[in-house]
């Protein structure tokens, strides 16, 4: 419709005669548009070679590029392999053997890739080595996959070329060589036969290299003990399962004490058998997973452990020494003579306190005995830091007189004690470059920052103890623009050879001999049993032999030298006393040294003792709480609250330790971990605990502290609430080795009876409903040994690899609301054994005495005995939740697993109200691609490390133990595809894997001839809460003491 | 059926001097009034309420039931609580409505309409714990027995979760059928007497075409007895089967048998405080004293206590077979319970639920309005915390030591409760406003022989109806008031005429007003006796015209209102 208005465009228009007006009215383009300026120029026209058509070419495709770009959508790629590489086939995992030595833990592992990445860590069973894969290593393939690890080498933080790092490398060493100034290398241990020979050489091109080994956690006084008496700077092995009785003077041998991976060993003798099993005595102050395991177990101050060391050794020999110890003490020194002097050599007597006369001690008594379990002819090379010489190295670089400093492995900054005087020093090097994966203390102050591979990226090799070789190989490219050490050491001598050539020259020449290098890359491992002999001139061997021709060990000249310095020893450690508060440092299963602090898995893994995660803390004993006015305390939803403390040691302190109150804690002592409060480079949420390197002065595990409340309350992420067991022994079923010998079955493992048409029969035999037949196919039973299980917990990070089960965070952790599906329940007896608890409990009469009973149960004794209980889905043939699902989500198969289906599962938790177990785990959250959840599941990198055979759950729904039937499911496929009838131990599930202690074992109880068929024939088999009725396929094996006071 | 003779010993049931008209405007009032100031404030209070729970609701679906305090070890605590408290709560509509009805107590006629509207609205709260506990809400269907073309697949029916599904449903459904039958003569009856065009509307709507006549009253009986029959056991079965979600499990504390009719003796505990606490409120406010007496106070206190004793006696009984089945498990679970981490919320229970009915066995305190109105939210809160502790006491601490751990709400935990205590009261508010809070039909039905007027007349030996075409006034004191308003026929007509004006023969013409639907040639005759020829004079009839007409012709009392005359005589005054 047309309008009459007229809209003017600016005030001019109301003057009709304006002249631009008038212009702009007549003209469509007011100013003249130089046409000619680039049509004019016909000779430069037609000159060109744009014609029409490029032109219009040239329209077109920006045009489509334009809306091409704009069009972009999220992409996702998928990229098919253009040449498939060979052995990967998608969906079927490749194992590839290696090695894992980061200076810290050494184990030989098998990793399973799929589709080119590794995504599970297992043991390497062909490995003769004791230990298998701890919690750690386990847990050391997510640490591949950490989103903040160096992606490229750093100079002063800010990203290099590497070019530009090997050039102000090479240029350094160049002109060091043969200068005043020396060439430092500060590394951890590597135990590795080609990177000692590649240091040697590296010394050799340009001279004043001096290379120090750097432990983070010191094995110095047993190192320093062990090459005083063999000559050689190593540490002894020892086959714990040679032992019968095992006496151990704070040493913690089922963690990490001197490499740790023993406790396979262990668990072999503590599974009673023929009658016999060992008889295990600790003396030590933390209640530690070692203590927790041992028959007799004496709290004492590390000054009276020393003490109780120098008196043990005494009565062995028939000296005396001065010094008193409580009576508790005393009686088991005089036990242990008793029962060492019944068989000399099955005895092995072991000490952590890093003290060296402790450590010669112990050497000396196992000597002396003769002990079949020290085995000091192929001794173990995993620790051979040197505290003098990082000593003098400091000293060094404080005087100026270090060129360079390169350091490996090691992150000084964070684990010296006096950082302050080695940050002095670094600053007067004139160039240092620190290998690492992460940002870390020291990349903060070195001059270049060298991305370091992870070990799953690396080649390497190692030598764990004499003879026993292992190679490590990369089983995926590296992730990232990175570098391993020995790469670049060989690329700044000047040598063309990649590390692997030269891993591959060094085995050819001088390990293998005539054996295949491919089979032993194939294997992992190489033991070179044959080569040793040949090295009678060693003097550990020399002297081994002595040893084994002298065993009484009472006369020959050969002593007399011997026992002068022995003597000396015992007097001063029978003369050693502390004032004060004994301070023992020690690291948690965990954390370890802390190398792997942004590691979600193990950050939110429970300490097998104490159950807390997240969090290292100060333990003291309930009397010294109650001195120093320490309080432990549950809030409203359940979570532990402990007061702050204040530590001092040598005038350096500690402010804010939070306290846990620890039950078997010796009076007068202190315990702290290392490896936690690591600040740089970390996210937020992994920023945990107080540094306890800062006490760790000397190098010494322990100390003398001073300890004060400091005010404020810490809030505990802790797993497990309730520490005891409130008398029901049914749980956890023990007896002592000599009811088990002497008494029937019936009596140490008491079935549950019910009453039927008012006879007493067994409660397993009265049924509501008809059984299915099982008798057809597969039925799958799952056994746990309750004294092979250490309670270490490799089992529980190898199940949450295996399922994708999720890192919920410390603030959900302490809302009880944890996820892993197999968890190690930790029970104290609340007087000093679960006996007497039993008995207290059956002796209550009437409710009153019954309410206060109970409450005085609920706290543990000064020195409980202890009880480790894996505890995962019982997969119960009558199970309480398939009933009460609405949906059906949860139902059993004929295979005896119980399944969940998470799809069908809407969420009404019923099944998990009405697991007697309580086992089930339920998604509160979404836990990936979540924001408020930022661990591995929330980024690209994190995410590689999800097994793609398990879901990964979304929120709302519930989840539980499986039976990795993702595993059970191939192994049966597998059998089928090749035609053929599975073999027992085909058939595994990732913790039963993981156990290396053969505490778990997992079959198919249809097989007759297999191992689970026969330990569920055991008489120390049972079911937990059997009397409930609901028929688990997982059962628990009695545990037997090995107490003469039954 | 219910006019027959009743002993003079029992107290009337309507108080006051109560006629039919007047049991009508009594009730209709609160639906035909504007809203006071106090209504509009306590609505507020209940909206905000309700949407801060929606706000809640929303929360959690969106980002988790981890925002509740839940853990691994308690899985169910406020959401099953306030579900296992809304349901008991409901009992009580279905226990007065049907079992009363059954056993032909007369008393439930005053509060069945409010019990049963109670019922339905704290189900509706109860059914939205089931659907918002769970993890995927969305995913709620699953557990209807669907077809398969739905995307589900068939159900788990040996679950008690299952069973709730059904129970409810079935529940809910029969409860409205039932309320909404008996609202229909009720409905009618504000029909009649509605007067704006748009509630007319809603309420002929509502009511289902309810006409009144004999048909419509014998099926109307027919349906109540029927539905009465289905309800009576449902009284028993739902809340039988929300306790089979605890007795059927293997947790100790849970699994007992006793809990059937403890569970069924603690709804209808609840349920009556309930209604206790909402009528004292409803009497008061819609000024209904004369219709919810003392008397049915004290009779749903009397029902309190014997339910509250029945309800100690199973906690006892429950204590008593712990210790005697020998399960230490068992024991350990009552022990904990009476006196572990959550003794205060056994000794509240214990003392609300168990202690506090027992004065009821004092007439004086009984019969004491605040004090019955104390007691009944005590009693509500104590059976809150039954629930609570038979759920979190129970879970907290089962079978192995070492997942024991405690439970504390969170924000949202409490603000979905208080959500649909909001959302409750919103809608018992709106039909406060809207329905007719008593059953006024039934309460007809029983004036005759319950209603304090006509006992007086029956005691005086007066007749009780007198329809007086001369002015003889009544000289009996009962009808006192009344006397004024039932003036002679010559008051009555000149205060007619004043309103609807003379009618001047010489000016205007007489309009055939037998035009008019309703208006006979009886009426006509009578109208024009009345001094009434015109549509105009008929058109500028209201409410109170019609009274007047009522009680002047005596004959077919409501029908010019209910034809509504004056509407019919504009429309034809217009047409001339």
Known sequence: ?1046 | MASHYEAPIRKPLVLGDKGYHDVSVDIAGPVERRANKQWWIVFSIALAAFLWGVGCIVYTISTGIGTWGLNKTVGWAWDITNFVWWVGIGHAGTLISAVLLLFRQKWRMAINRSAEAMTIFSVIQAGLFPVIHMGRPWLGYWVLPIPNQFGSLWVNFNSPLLWDVFAISTYLSVSLVFWWTGLLPDFAMIRDRAVKPFQKKIYSLVSFGWTGRAKDWQRFEEVSLVLAGLATPLVLSVHTIVSFDFATSVIPGWHTTIFPPYFVAGAVFSGFAMVQTLLIIMRKVCNLEDYITVQHIELMNIIIMVTGSIVGCAYITELFIAWYSGVEYEQYAFLNRATGPYWWSYLLMMSCNVVSPQIMWFKKIRTSIVVSFIISIVVNVGMWFERFVIIVTSLHRDYLPSSWTMFSPTFVDIGIFIGTLGFFFTLFLLYARTFPVIAQAEVKSILKSSGERFKKLRDAGQPLYKISKNATAASTAVVEEKTEAVETGNEQVSSLLDTLGAFDATKETADDLKKVKGIGPQMEQTLNQIGIFTFAQVGRMTEKEYDLLDEITGSFPGRAQRDDWAGQANRLNNKN
């Open chain 1, 1 to 1046: 419709m047309a309008s009459n208005k007229k809209y003017w465009k600016s005030e001019a228009e109301l003057h009709p005669n304006d002249s631009i007006v008038e212009a702009l009215r007549q003209n469509e383009f007011p100013e003249e548009i130089p046409v000619d300026d680039f049509l004019g120029d016909k000779e430069g026209l037609s000159a060109t070679a744009t014609n029409r058509r490029d032109f219009l070419k040239y329209i077109g495709f920006s045009t489509a590029a334009a809306s091409l770009a704009a069009c972009e959508g999220p992409v996702r790629k998928s990229i098919p392999y253009v040449v498939k590489p060979e052995n990967i086939i998608p969906g079927i995992a490749n194992y590839y053997a290696t090695t894992i030595a980061n200076g810290f833990d050494f184990a030989n592992v098998l990793v399973k890739t799929r589709e080119g990445r590794p995504i599970k860590i297992e043991n390497n069973t062909d490995a003769k080595l004791g230990g298998g894969a701890n919690a750690r290593v386990q847990a050391s393939v997510l640490s591949l996959y950490d989103s903040t690890r160096i992606q490229g080498p750093l100079a002063s933080g800010e990203p290099v070329y590497w070019s530009d790092l090997d050039k102000a490398a090479k240029d350094k060493l160049a002109a060091l060589k043969n200068s005043g100034k020396q060439i430092a290398l500060l590394t951890q241990t590597y135990a590795s036969p080609s990177t000692d020979r590649l240091i040697s050489e590296f010394t050799a091109a340009f001279g004043n290299v001096n290379h120090v080994t750097y432990d983070a956690i010191s094995e110095d006084a047993a190192l320093n003990a062990f090459e005083a008496r063999y000559g050689k700077r190593a540490l002894p092995n020892y086959n714990f399962d040679k032992a019968d009785v095992i006496v151990s003077f704070g040493a913690d041998f089922l963690a990490d004490w001197q490499g740790g991976g023993f406790d396979s060993g262990y668990s072999k003798g503590r599974v009673p058998k023929n009658g016999k099993m060992s008889r295990h005595y600790q003396f030590e102050a933390n209640m530690s997973l070692t203590g927790a395991n041992a028959d007799k177990r004496v709290p004492l101050a590390p000054s009276n452990q020393k003490l109780a060391l120098a008196k043990l050794y005494s009565k062995l020999n028939g000296t005396s020494v001065g010094g008193d110890l409580d009576e508790a003490a005393e009686r088991a020194i005089d036990n242990i003579v008793t029962e060492i002097a019944k068989n000399k050599s099955a005895a092995l007597v072991v000490t952590g306190l890093e003290d060296e006369n402790a450590q010669a001690v112990a050497l000396a008594i196992n000597e002396m005995l003769s002990s079949r379990a020290m085995d000091v002819s192929s001794p173990r090379y995993v620790r051979q830091g040197n505290i003098n010489a990082l000593n003098q190295l400091i000293t060094d670089m404080k005087s100026g007189s270090i060129g360079a400093l390169i350091m490996d492995g090691v992150n000084p900054m964070y684990s010296l004690p006096n950082a302050e005087d080695f940050l002095e020093g670094i600053e007067k090097v004139d160039l240092s470059i620190t290998f690492s994966t992460n940002w870390n203390e020291t990349t903060a102050v070195s001059n270049y920052t060298a991305a370091s591979n992870h070990y799953l990226e690396s080649w390497g090799d190692a030598q764990l103890f004499e003879g026993h070789f292992s190679l490590t190989q990369p089983t995926i490219k590296e992730l990232f623009d990175t570098r391993q050490f020995q790469t670049c050491l060989l690329n700044w001598m000047g040598n063309e050879k990649s590390y692997y050539e030269y891993v591959k020259e060094t085995w050819t020449t001088s390990v293998l001999g005539d054996a295949n290098w491919d089979k032993a890359l194939h294997d992992g491992v190489f033991s070179a049993a044959d080569m040793i002999v040949s090295g009678t001139s060693d003097p550990v061997d020399a002297i081994q032999n002595t040893v084994d021709k002298e065993p009484a060990l009472t006369n020959g000249e050969a002593e007399e030298k011997d026992i002068l310095p022995i003597a000396n020893a015992v007097q001063s450690l029978a003369a050693s006393s502390m004032e004060g508060m004994e301070l023992t440092l020690y690291s948690k299963v965990g954390m370890g040294d802390g190398q792997q602090a942004s590691n979600p898995w193990l950050q939110e893994f429970p300490d097998p003792i104490s159950r807390v995660c997240w969090d290292n803390y100060v333990t003291v004993s309930k009397s010294d709480a109650q001195m120093l006015d320490f309080v432990n305390e549950h809030v409203a939803n359940g979570g532990m609250d402990g007061s702050y403390a204040n530590i001092t040691v040598n005038g350096v302190s500690l402010d804010n330790v939070p306290v846990v109150i620890q039950p078997g804690q010796a009076e007068g002592t202190l315990g702290l971990s290392l490896g936690y409060g690591k600040e740089v480079g970390l996210k937020e949420e992994m920023k945990v605990g107080v540094n306890a390197f800062k006490l760790y002065q000397g190098f010494s595990n322990i100390q003398t502290a001073t300890i004060e409340k400091a005010t404020g309350m810490h809030e505990f992420a802790s797993v497990q609430l309730h520490k005891t067991l409130m008398g029901r022994g049914d749980i956890i079923k023990e007896t002592t080795l000599e009811v088990f010998n002497t008494k029937d079955h019936s009596e140490w493992n008491h079935q549950p009876q019910v009453s039927l048409n008012h006879q007493e029969v067994p409660a397993t035999t009265v049924d509501l409903w008809d059984s299915f037949d099982r008798s057809i196919g597969h039925h799958f039973n799952m056994s746990i040994d309750l004294n092979a299980c250490t309670g270490c917990g490799a089992c529980v990070i190898a199940c949450h690899a295996e399922n994708n089960v999720p890192v919920v965070g410390k603030a959900e952790v302490r809302m009880s609301r944890d996820m892993h599906w197999l968890r190690i329940d930790r029970y104290y007896s609340s007087e000093d054994t679960f006996e007497e608890d039993n008995s207290k409990k059956d002796e209550f009469s009437g409710a009153f005495e019954s309410k206060s009973g109970f409450e005085e149960m609920e706290d543990p004794a000064a020195n409980p005995q202890v009880a480790f209980q894996p505890v995962m889905c019982q997969h119960c043939n009558h199970a309480p939740c398939e009933t009460v699902c609405p949906v059906a989500a949860t139902s059993h198969s004929r295979q005896g697993q119980n399944h969940m289906a998470y799809n069908r599962c809407v969420g009404t938790r019923y099944c998990a109200n009405n697991c007697p177990y309580k086992v089930r785990r339920f998604n509160w959250f979404l836990y990936n691609n979540n924001d408020e959840f930022d661990y591995n599941m929330n980024n690209d990198l994190g995410k590689m490390v999800i097994n793609p055979d398990v879901n990964v759950r979304s929120r709302g729904v519930m989840e539980k133990c499986s039976m990795c039937i993702q595993m059970t499911q191939k192994t049966i496929l597998d059998a089928k595809r090749e035609g053929r009838i599975i073999k027992d131990g085909e058939f595994q599930t990732a913790c039963s894997n993981a156990c290396s202690n053969g505490a778990i074992v997992f079959g198919d109880v249809n097989d007759a001839e297999s191992e689970v068929a026969e330990l569920v024939e055991s008489d120390r088999m049972y079911h937990l809460l059997e009397s409930v009725g609901t028929k688990p396929n997982v059962f628990y094996h009695v545990k037997v003491r090995n107490t003469n006071e039954a």
